[in-house]
């Protein structure tokens, strides 16, 4: 096979990935609504109801854990993994509805 040969079919093969990715890029993932619950202030997983998740994040379509309270935060807030968000948290203290 002539190197110009060569060239020519792994530019069509770059290309044809090029399109790939950009379709895969814009596909976003979705989370199934269904699988979760809200308990005011966070999401919860219904296969892991002891792993908050960020509002923030779930709104758009990703999964945020959020860390215990006064991880680099003071105690009465906890702060998203993903984004950052911070969320004051109620204690069992102040009558946090059951949910």
Not at 39 to 45: A, G, I, K, L, M
Not at 71 to 78: A, E, G, L, M
Request: glycine share 8%; proline share 8%.
């Amino acid at each position: 096979m002539e190197p110009c040969a060569i060239a020519k079919t792994a530019l069509e093969v770059l290309k044809k990935l090029y399109e790939l990715g950009k379709r895969v890029l814009r596909e976003k993932p979705r989370l199934k609504r269904e699988e979760y619950v809200f308990c005011n202030p966070f999401y919860y997983r219904k296969d892991r109801p002891q792993q908050p998740l960020c509002v923030k994040c779930f709104e758009n379509d990703r999964e945020g854990p959020m860390a215990e309270p006064g991880v680099n935060v003071t105690p009465s807030y906890r702060q998203c993994l993903l984004c950052g968000n911070i969320v004051e948290v109620v204690t069992a203290g102040e009558g946090r509805s059951g949910c």
